[in-house]
């Protein structure tokens, strides 16, 4: 079976996707259960969070508090280690691509900034749509 991130992550190790952390971080997280009703409510609850901070539109990071708000509404002890054992997987996936590599292992080194940009991702994602 044909791995169906293998050209995302070639691309991310070209640089073609900008900062490799959150891409590989949302990647991984594609293994992470989350109930839809969950996660839709906990993106309405930060999308007010972004509206409340001014410019809706204004580039987000992981230490945004609508960032904060998402994770800490979705965080839960097994869907963090749910998120580490799939960035573990994909250390081992990107073990021939030297830059996502490195980021794979700076994400499995530090769970918890990955869980934070797990959430941006999901953010950015609704505000896209």
Sequence with gaps: MADPFAEVLVRVDAGELGDPLPVLAYLAGQSVQ?????LNGARRRALLLVAAGGDPHRELDV??????AIAADLY??????????SIDALVLRVRDL???????VFLAGDV????????LALLAEELSE
Excluded: Y
Aim: no cysteine; glycine share 0%.
């Design 98 to 104: 030297p830059v996502a590599r490195k980021a794979a």
């Design 112 to 119: 918890d900034l990955a869980w934070r940009l797990l959430a």
């Design 63 to 68: 230490d945004d508090r609508a960032v904060k």
């Design 76 to 85: 839960t002890r097994e869907r963090r280690d749910e998120l580490a054992r």
């Design 34 to 38: 989350l109930d839809e009703a969950e």
